[in-house]
């Protein structure tokens, strides 16, 4: 099993940067993918961006996230800039061992607050 810990969430300001952190424990030579996902209030969870064998991004964050890995730390970054009130939701990671196929391994969530 992998577990998954996110930290970084917050509240800023329109045009703000925050960045995430999603530490990974357990069986950690298995994930072949870390990805992040979000879900605002009354809305379905969408995805964000992901780093596997290749690194993609929702087009609504493309240019303003940067997804990261540092696989000595067992850990992924996303770097949030220039962010929108339209980017405020609880953001979650997620892990995967398989190249694709849904995420087996979820983290408690991270909110994100961002005001006009």
């Known amino acids: 099993q992998v577990q998954l810990v996110e930290s970084g969430g917050g509240l800023v300001q329109a045009g703000g940067s925050l960045r995430l952190s999603c530490a990974a424990s357990?069986?950690?030579?298995?994930?072949?993918?870390l990805g992040w996902f979000r879900q605002a209030p009354g809305k379905e969870r969408e995805f964000v961006a992901a780093?596997?064998?290749?690194?993609t991004y929702a087009g609504s964050v493309k240019g303003r996230f940067t997804i990261s890995r540092d696989n000595a730390k067992n850990t992924v970054y996303l770097q949030m800039n220039s962010l929108k009130p339209e980017d405020t939701a609880v953001y979650y990671c997620?892990?995967?061992?398989?190249?694709?196929?849904?995420?087996?391994?979820w983290g408690q969530g991270t909110q994100v607050t961002v005001s006009s």
């Open positions: 357990g069986r950690t030579f298995s994930i072949y993918t």
């Open positions: 780093s596997g064998g290749s690194t």
């Open positions: 997620a892990a995967r061992t398989v190249v694709t196929g849904p995420f087996g391994s």
